[in-house]
């Protein structure tokens, strides 16, 4: 530990790759946290029982602070580097928590959760960061994806742990379940004390004996000498030298040419994964199950839980494959599938539903139709298998890793805050669409996912395999609006290669001196 990280820790590199994915988790738990109390009496009271636009603001509260803690994160991961901004979102996160088991009004549980949000916001860019830097180019993808694995595990645990609780009569059946969510936080922030910085941003703050040896820690078994740890450290260096003299790191770099394009795929990506519906189906799914006529509090928790287990199922192959199917054909296929099974429940609900009253509220739903209750409950399952099979876990590893050292954390950052803005729209604005257009709702979203098919299919170029520093020669190729003409292999080069890119880069810098001294 005299490294001031484990090298026992940094030497394998799926520990050293996930643990800080328990920073996602907790944009999981947030999840569940509402999604689990929005049929729960005592919460209904305790908050003055919040119609649809009250209770759409109380949710968007958390995407609102999430907003304002990725943009932090541009400047916090640059000054303070990845590792303690990983550490200070945990304990953010403590604080947020607090503050939300302990709300008595309205007013303290929405600054309760904006706090919370601050921290999500915080993890959400950092963590696919960190990990982009710090993992190998073979599996990246893989472990970045993990990031939407820990998401989908804090929605379930969160979700059992409301579940048992809503058995309690009383407050307590949604203070204790608030209150037990700020442990996982306090485990990633004193546990990521003993994880390593990430290289990249020590080289790029002239620390680079500290990276070599964590590369090699992390790559080599510690041999410093490893073709991998070398390759990488070479690359890293002259990347960093290079983007040195392209000027100051500003958020004028990201409207420079070469640049903007990659920021409006990151943000749109981030965009599009939030307009594909996947938030009716997490942050309201209660609502949703009701509209197709499931009736009882318990049945549709229990239904609602199915759901929440195949998100985390159905994630696991993504994770496995992410790197071998590539991050394109994992984008195309689930935004069609996404699409096809919004536009069957939308469907189903007009054709079969009425505006109806449940616990007093004016609601479309579908009554004496059992067959078609079970065919939407159905197709919603399928809805979220196909989200958590491709757009979950590549919308948070393609941004993380298209973007040159010089940029990186702002971009990142600025794309998880478009992840936000949609967020916080569509948390505030489902409850009353449901409300007032009903099942028209469904064929929005359906809608939007045919676009991103459209988006995805001429702009977004592969990018699996490559170190982040290949990944420069992908975007060089040019095709803008033909991204199926970028291949898999552009990019790919050895250390030889690289040493040999890198001589001739400083002959050109020696013959272009000369000619100016003569």
């Given at each position: 530990m005299g490294k001031g990280y484990s090298a026992a820790i940094a030497?394998?590199?799926?520990?050293?790759?996930?643990?800080a994915c328990i920073g996602g988790g907790l944009f999981g738990l947030d999840i569940s946290s509402m999604a689990g109390v929005l049929s729960n009496d005592a919460y209904k009271k305790a908050f003055n029982f919040p119609d649809s636009n009250a209770q759409g603001a109380i949710v968007a509260a958390m995407p609102a602070g999430s907003f304002v803690g990725a943009l932090a994160v541009s400047k916090l991961a640059d000054v303070i580097g990845r590792k303690r901004t990983i550490i200070?979102?945990?304990?953010?996160?403590?604080?947020?928590?607090?503050?939300?088991?302990?709300?008595?009004?309205?007013?303290?549980?929405?600054?309760?959760?904006?706090?919370?949000?601050?921290?999500?916001?915080?993890?959400?860019?950092?963590?696919?960061?960190?990990?982009?830097?710090?993992?190998?180019?073979?599996?990246?993808?893989?472990?970045?994806?993990?990031?939407?694995?820990?998401?989908?595990?804090?929605?379930?645990?969160?979700?059992f742990i409301q579940f048992g609780c809503s058995y309690i009569d009383g407050v307590a059946s949604f203070r204790i379940p608030w209150g037990l969510q700020m442990i996982p936080a306090i485990i990633l922030s004193l546990g990521m004390l003993v994880f390593p910085e990430s290289p990249r941003w020590l080289v790029d703050h002239d620390r680079e004996t500290e990276a070599l040896e964590i590369l090699a820690d992390l790559h080599g078994g510690g041999d410093t000498n490893n073709e991998l740890v070398q390759l990488e450290f070479t690359e890293i260096k002259e990347q960093v030298r290079f983007e040195r003299t392209e000027g100051a790191k500003s958020y004028l770099d990201l409207f420079r040419p070469g640049i903007l394009r990659r920021v409006m795929l990151g943000a749109s990506l981030q965009m599009w994964s939030q307009l594909s519906g996947m938030n009716i189906m997490m942050y309201y799914i209660v609502y949703v199950f009701q509209g197709a006529g499931l009736s009882g509090r318990r049945g549709n928790l229990i239904a609602s839980s199915v759901q929440y287990i195949l998100n985390v199922v159905f994630t696991i192959p993504a994770i496995i494959y992410i790197d071998k199917w590539g991050r394109r054909p994992m984008l195309l296929v689930g935004t069609l599938l996404m699409g096809f099974w919004l536009f069957l429940v939308g469907g189903l609900q007009g054709g079969f539903g009425a505006w109806g009253d449940v616990d007093g509220d004016r609601v479309w739903v579908i009554s004496g139709h059992d067959g078609i209750t079970k065919a939407i409950i159905c197709f919603s399952y399928l809805f979220v298998c196909s989200f958590a099979i491709t757009m979950g876990p590549v919308s948070w590893t393609y941004p993380a890793e298209i973007f040159p050292m010089r940029v990186r954390a702002k971009a990142v950052s600025v794309s998880t805050a478009a992840n936000w803005v949609f967020n916080f729209a569509l948390a505030?604005?489902?409850?009353?669409?449901?409300?007032?257009?009903?099942?028209?709702?469904?064929?929005?979203?359906?809608?939007?996912?045919?676009?991103?098919?459209?988006?995805?299919?001429?702009?977004?170029?592969?990018?699996?395999?490559?170190?982040?520093?290949?990944?420069?020669?992908?975007?060089?190729?040019?095709?803008?609006?033909?991204?199926?003409?970028?291949?898999?292999?552009?990019?790919?080069?050895?250390?030889?290669?690289?040493?040999?890119?890198?001589?001739?880069?400083?002959?050109?810098?020696?013959?272009?001196?000369?000619?100016?001294?003569?």
């Open positions: 030497a394998n590199p799926y520990i050293v790759g996930s643990f200070l979102a945990g304990w953010i996160w403590v604080i947020g928590s607090i503050l939300q088991c302990a709300s008595v009004n309205r007013g303290m549980l929405v600054v309760g959760r904006i706090v919370s949000g601050l921290s999500v916001g915080i993890a959400s860019a950092i963590v696919p960061l960190y990990q982009s830097e710090i993992t190998a180019p073979s599996i990246r993808g893989r472990l970045v994806s993990l990031q939407q694995w820990s998401i989908t595990w804090g929605i379930l645990i969160q979700y505030w604005a489902v409850p009353p669409g449901l409300s007032n257009i009903a099942w028209k709702t469904y064929f929005i979203f359906g809608t939007f996912n045919f676009a991103a098919f459209i988006h995805i299919l001429f702009m977004f170029p592969e990018t699996a395999g490559r170190t982040l520093e290949e990944i420069e020669d992908v975007f060089a190729q040019g095709h803008v609006f033909t991204a199926w003409n970028v291949k898999r292999h552009v990019g790919k080069k050895t250390l030889e290669d690289v040493k040999a890119d890198a001589k001739h880069e400083v002959h050109e810098v020696e013959s272009h001196d000369e000619k100016s001294q003569a």
